[in-house]
């Protein structure tokens, strides 16, 4: 079949005017059309620049290009990737290429009559175990989450003593085989990474994320081996598997989390598992819970831990799926349906 049409629209979002990146900048949607009346829809990034990327010059040179095979899919971002990179090769081109690799996976898996986990490998796990990114704990408890991350950046008000109670508070709450993870946002430096990790070592956190920016490869590899047996987690922020390449090479990081909607989709997630295999790290996409992170860790020896925000699921105003998979017991299942196997809400359709 070949492509007739794209397009990417931007749901409007409501400013709290926190003056946060993603309040300017979030998720596209991407829909792209066939002559076969087959439509894929994806999910990117970048915001209104995200959607003029993609329905200029990406658009201009999918139309008449072929998806019939996956490997048309790898050809095709291959091609994006390459009439793009004096531009591109990473932030909000990559945010919104990985809208139309989603768009076209879901499009192929429609076509063929299969989810995309059945594309790329086929189903190894049923379900998978859920952990919360924030929330209410004694909610995020009563939900069966069996683990749960929390933000700690190191701001004006930040003391050691607050991230010890905070650690001491959710393993009392969540027991002692739960696992506990740390989001520092790249406000930590060292100094304050090695007194947590001594302060919190009662607590067992399982990883610090993020703990300084992803610029700082020689930093981090200097300080992973001193934080262990915490993991070093990184890599929302990184994009495509040239990224990741560098990443390996320094030894920066023990445990890779890109995210599938905006490191280029699930062609780059595919190749970003293979160099992860390679160097025997583990990966575990960031937003995994969401639907096109779902499928890449339901196919793959991604880790069993698939990350969800138990407070963004009841906000309407967040989502543009109508039925979105929704986590039971601490556990979610992917969907069997063709394609991504979710319905958009009509004002993106
Ligand atoms: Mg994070």
Redo the contacts with the bound molecule.
């Keep these: 079949m070949k492509i007739t049409d794209i397009k990417a629209v931007y749901p409007a979002r409501k400013k709290k005017g926190t003056g946060a990146w993603q309040e300017y900048y979030w998720q596209i949607v991407v829909r792209i059309e066939t002559d076969a009346s087959v439509v894929g829809y994806g999910y990117g990034g970048g915001g209104e620049p995200g959607r003029l990327i993609v329905n200029g010059h990406l658009r201009d040179a999918l139309i008449g290009r072929s998806v019939d095979h996956v490997d048309d899919i790898r050809d095709t971002w291959d091609y994006l990737y390459s009439k793009s990179l004096p531009y591109g090769r990473g932030g909000m081109v990559i945010m919104a290429l990985s809208g139309i690799d989603l768009a076209l996976w879901d499009l192929l898996g429609k076509a063929e009559g299969w989810p995309v986990y059945e594309l790329i490998g086929g189903l190894k796990k049923k379900t998978v175990r859920a952990y919360a ?1 924030g929330g209410e704990p004694a909610r995020v408890r009563d939900l069966g989450y069996t683990a749960v ?1 929390y933000s700690h950046q190191w701001r004006e008000d930040a003391d050691y003593d607050k991230a010890a109670a905070l650690a001491a508070r959710h393993r009392e709450m969540f027991g002692p085989d739960a696992l506990l993870m740390f ?1 520092c ?1 790249m406000s930590w430096d060292g100094g304050v990474a090695l007194r947590m990790r001594e302060l919190l070592a009662e607590y067992e956190p399982y990883w610090f ?2 703990l300084i920016t992803p610029d700082h490869l020689d930093e981090l590899a200097v300080l992973r081996p001193r934080l262990a047996p915490v993991l070093l987690a990184g890599g ?1 922020h990184d994009f495509s598997h040239h990224t990741f390449g560098a990443i390996a090479r320094s030894g920066a990081l023990d445990l890779w ?1 890109p995210d599938i909607t905006w490191c280029g989709g699930i062609t780059a997630g595919l190749r970003i598992l293979e160099l992860a295999r390679a160097h025997g790290i583990p990966v575990c996409p ?1 937003r995994g819970g969401e639907i096109w992170g779902l499928h890449l860790i339901a196919a793959t020896d991604c880790m069993d831990l698939a990350e969800t925000h138990p407070d963004r699921r009841s906000d309407p105003d967040g989502t543009v799926l109508l039925d979105e998979p929704l986590v039971s017991g601490g556990e979610i299942v992917p969907p069997d349906r063709p394609g991504f196997g979710v319905t958009l809400k009509s004002a993106y359709a």
């Design positions: 990114t991350k989001d946002y994320e993020d929302e989390q960031h």
